[in-house]
């Protein structure tokens, strides 16, 4: 796989877990915990992206 391929890869997982995190948020029975945990695996996954694309 090469760095671009992953790049793309880790974006599009951002964005499916951007995607949950608004559903979770906009349903009122969701956990607080849940959606915490959520956005924690986003902000990893930003910091790697953030990682592998500095030159």
């Known amino acids: ?6 790049l793309q890869e880790l974006r599009r997982k951002h964005q499916a877990l951007s995607d949950k995190v608004e559903e979770a948020q906009r349903t009122p029975a969701t956990d607080g915990l ?7 695996q986003k ?11 500095q030159p």
């Open 43 to 53: 902000l990893k996954l930003k910091e790697q992206i953030e990682r592998l694309s």
């Open 1 to 6: 796989m090469t760095l671009s391929s992953h």
């Open 34 to 40: 849940h959606i915490a945990e959520l956005k924690k």
